[in-house]
Nanobody, 127 residues
Framework: VQLQASGGGLVQPGGSLRLSCAAS????????IGWFRQAPGKEREGVSTISINDGKTVYADSVKGRFTSSRDNAKNTLYLQMNNLKPEDTAVYYC?????????????????????WGKGTLVTVSS
C-alpha cells in the first residue's frame, strides 16, 4: 500500500490549490481515506475523511465551505480542492488510508488510527 501526496506550494491568502493523492497497491474505494494536516508546533489534525461504511465525506469545521474532497476511482486518486486559503491553513498535508470500519467523524478526530500514510506535501499561505 502506497500513497503519494502532491500539489502543495506557496499561495497568497484567498488563493486556491488542489492536492492529489495517488494510491498504489490497493483500491481507494476499498478503504477509509482522508486528508490530514500538521502545522508547525501543532498536532496532526483531520481535514476531511471518507469512511468505507457509507462513503460520506466529513470535514473539519475550520475548512467547511472552503475545501472539497473528491475521489477518481478510475485513476485511484484522491483530491483536495482548497479555496479561499487562509494563513492558518499553512501545514504539511498528508493523505492516509485505513481498512477498518470506523465512521468518518471518528477518523477525523483520531488520525492515529489510520494505518497507511503517504509523505506529506507542504502548503504555505502567505502574502
Amino acid at each position: 500500500v502506497q500513497l503519494q501526496a502532491s500539489g502543495g506550494g506557496l499561495v497568497q491568502p484567498g488563493g486556491s490549490l488542489r492536492l492529489s493523492c495517488a494510491a498504489s497497491g490497493f483500491r481507494l474505494d476499498d478503504y477509509a481515506i482522508g486528508w490530514f494536516r500538521q502545522a508547525p508546533g501543532k498536532e496532526r489534525e483531520g481535514v476531511s475523511t471518507i469512511s468505507i461504511n457509507d462513503g460520506k465525506t466529513v470535514y473539519a469545521d475550520s475548512v467547511k465551505g472552503r475545501f472539497t474532497s473528491s475521489r477518481d476511482n478510475a485513476k485511484n486518486t484522491l483530491y483536495l480542492q482548497m479555496n479561499n486559503l487562509k494563513p492558518e491553513d499553512t501545514a504539511v498535508y498528508y493523505c492516509a488510508a485505513d481498512s477498518s470500519y470506523y465512521d468518518a467523524a471518528y477518523y477525523l478526530r483520531e488520525p492515529r488510527v489510520m494505518d497507511y500514510w503517504g509523505k506529506g506535501t507542504l502548503v504555505t499561505v502567505s502574502s
